[in-house]
């Protein structure tokens, strides 16, 4: 494999296909946008540093995985939905084994089907409703997997809104300011082993 010193060069350079292999350490790009079929897998789980002002990364392509990585510091800013990862218009992909460190949005999928998120860790720091967003965020959006992820301090841990034919499964949601699981208007979805504690409430199902 070639060296590439920054994620979005080795981007540029991948084609469909490809897996870029992320060394340890701290990475500050702002807004990575993948719109490649690429594997973006951390060795010795790399840091990616929002700076407290930015997207950190935005899947606009199928067929992408991104495994092993620590999101920090995602920018915080209310009035546009600011996430870690965001995922956007696409199919088959698969986000494990990450760890999202105090974010504002953590994973949120927009329009996005037959995605698997899977394994990771959400870890943020609420006070209140206002002021904090949602873990896991899934928004018009179809046969999504939410399977064995831990979600704390943040508004709600897993919410769904036109969200279609998915399973939530053996998922550990805490300590959220509001619910532990929230559907809105979202019909055909399944969870199943879950572990809800010490939220405001545990599931709330509006409209489904």
């Not at 994620?7 to 870029?20: E, F, H, R, V, W």
């Not at 920090?72 to 870690?84: P, Q, R, T, W």
């Not at 053996?170 to 532990?180: A, L």
């Not at 979805?189 to 572990?195: F, L, P, Q, T």
Request: hydrophobic share 40%; with cysteine; net charge neutral.
């Amino acid at each position: 494999g070639t060296k590439i010193p920054t994620i979005k060069s080795a981007l540029i350079l991948a084609q469909n296909g490809d897996s870029i292999l992320v060394s340890k350490g701290v990475y500050k790009e702002q807004n990575i946008i993948i719109n490649k079929s690429v594997f973006l897998i951390g060795i010795g789980r790399p840091v990616l540093d929002g700076e407290d002002k930015y997207e950190i990364i935005t899947v606009k392509a199928d067929f992408v995985i991104i495994d092993g990585f620590n999101f920090v510091h995602a920018g915080k800013y209310s009035y546009n939905d600011l996430a870690a990862l965001k995922i956007i218009d696409a199919k088959d992909v698969l986000i494990q084994n990450n760890f999202f460190e105090n974010s504002f949005f953590g994973i949120y999928c927009q329009q996005t089907t037959r995605t698997i998120i899977y394994k990771n860790t959400l870890y943020s720091n609420a006070k209140d409703e206002i002021n904090s967003a949602n873990g896991i965020h899934c928004w018009q959006s179809d046969q999504l997997m939410i399977l064995q992820n831990t979600i704390s301090g943040h508004r709600d841990g897993i919410y769904f809104e036109f969200v279609t034919n998915s399973k939530i499964e053996k998922n550990n949601s805490f300590n959220n300011v509001r619910y532990g699981l929230h559907f809105m208007f979202s019909n055909y979805n399944k969870y199943i082993a879950n572990i809800f504690r010490d939220n405001g409430a545990g599931v709330a199902v509006m409209f489904s």
